[in-house]
């Protein structure tokens, strides 16, 4: 399975933009890259999920580089609530196990008031 | 459509005794997974269950099993427990579909301790 490659923690102040990086230099041609997010005491949920096209939703925007081999999830305002832990998890389309989500050790965000 | 719920939120449990911890899923979600999640690390695999049957597993010994039962429950075993099998454990349900677009759907997890 496709390694990905975050960095341990960043901090935010509220209602500024916030940029996640994440690396995957080892990324198949048919691995999908997914977000999910632990809040506090609270089980992960999924944000975003995108394959070469830059992708939004109500909750971020997922900025795919050219070459695959990175992405960026964008908070465009960040709120207190959205202090958590944030997972980038490759997929493989052709994956027999379908349920099998890797996480790897995430992002934590700190949001400052 | 009701959320997933875990069942006990909390369970202290001593080494070498049995557990069963409980799952409900998403109404209409046919799949189960459950993860294993240490403290400060990323949740585990564990395994899968697709209609009633293991479909996937991660890199765990046989004192884990799992059953899933047609009205969406599901549970969780964990025979001869040590003192690392203390974590939190989710269970997450999805519909079978293209493996890389299902969104998994999250409880909020039953936290173990072994003492």
């Known amino acids: 399975d496709a390694k990905t490659t975050q960095p341990n923690s960043m901090e935010s102040n509220e209602e500024e933009p916030v940029h996640l990086p994440c690396n995957h230099s080892?990324?198949?041609?048919?691995?999908?890259i997914h977000w999910y997010r632990q809040l506090p005491s609270q089980g992960p949920e999924y944000v975003i999920h995108g394959l070469t096209s830059n992708v939004n939703n109500r909750m971020a925007s997922l900025a795919i580089a050219e070459d695959r081999k990175s992405s960026t999830l964008i908070l465009h305002r960040a709120t207190l609530r959205d202090a958590a832990v944030y997972y980038c998890?490759?997929?493989?389309?052709?994956?027999?196990?379908?349920?099998?989500?890797?996480f790897g050790q995430g992002t934590t965000l700190q949001v400052k008031p | 459509e009701t959320g997933v719920t875990q069942s006990p939120t909390h369970l202290i449990k001593t080494r070498g005794q049995q557990v069963t911890l409980r799952c409900s899923s998403q109404?209409?979600?046919?799949?189960v997974s459950w993860y294993q999640q240490a403290l400060g690390q990323g949740p585990q695999f564990i395994f899968q269950y697709y209609r009633e049957e293991e479909n996937g597993r991660g890199n765990f010994p046989p004192r884990f099993s799992g059953l899933q039962f047609p009205n969406y429950s599901s549970e969780l075993n964990v025979n001869a427990l040590e003192l690392d099998d203390s974590a939190l454990y989710l269970c997450?349900?999805?519909?079978?579909?293209?493996?890389?677009?299902?969104?998994?759907?999250f409880g909020p997890g039953t936290r173990l301790t072994v003492l």
């Open positions: 109404s209409g979600h046919n799949t």
């Open positions: 998890i490759l997929r493989g389309a052709l994956s027999s196990n379908t349920g099998k989500l890797i």
């Open positions: 997450a349900s999805s519909e079978l579909g293209l493996a890389a677009l299902n969104e998994q759907f």
């Open positions: 080892t990324i198949s041609g048919t691995d999908y």
